[in-house]
């Protein structure tokens, strides 16, 4: 993951400070990173660029605006589930994290589909790098902002 990033939209650029909800999309395909920044471009959705990580793999993220989610929704085909970031209750609290599923998935023998239901996380948690590294159980996920050097980590209540 060499690629420089991008936030293309002011908002977008505070999501970690700002009472709106967003939702956070992944992969560990950077064509297919560039095709979604790409689409959000033309579609004038506004973005802001993350690193992340799930059980061990390396992803591409984004940061979106939830009022921007139909939009997106046709260019996420395939995306198995999204990462729903509710508002900030106040300025000392931290967002409610939920799983949304989207589309079918086949995990193991057996097909998953989007009729699961949501699955809340907990509150998504920023820590610093010395505090995430120093962290004796490391999360199976997380997700990294470098223009704020935080790590992310839902955690349950």
Not at 4 to 32: C, H, K, M, Q
Request: hydrophobic share 35%; proline share 7%; aromatic share 12%.
């Amino acid at each position: 993951m060499s690629r420089s990033f991008e936030t293309n939209d002011a908002e977008t650029s505070n999501w970690s400070d700002n009472l709106e909800s967003y939702f956070v999309i992944g992969t560990p395909a950077p064509r297919v990173a560039e095709m979604w920044a790409s689409r959000m471009r033309s579609l004038g959705v506004g973005f802001k660029e993350v690193k992340g990580e799930y059980k061990g793999t390396g992803e591409w993220g984004f940061v979106v605006n939830l009022r921007d989610f139909d939009a997106m929704l046709p260019v996420l085909g395939g995306q198995e589930s999204v990462l729903i970031l509710g508002p900030k209750p106040s300025a000392t609290d931290h967002r409610p994290a939920t799983l949304m599923f989207l589309s079918a998935a086949v995990v193991g023998d057996t097909c998953m589909t989007a009729n699961r239901p949501p699955v809340y996380l907990g509150s998504f948690v920023p820590y610093t790098r010395e505090e995430f590294e120093d962290r004796v159980h490391k999360p199976d996920g997380f997700t990294y902002d470098p223009s704020e050097d935080l790590f992310y980590v839902a955690e349950h209540d």
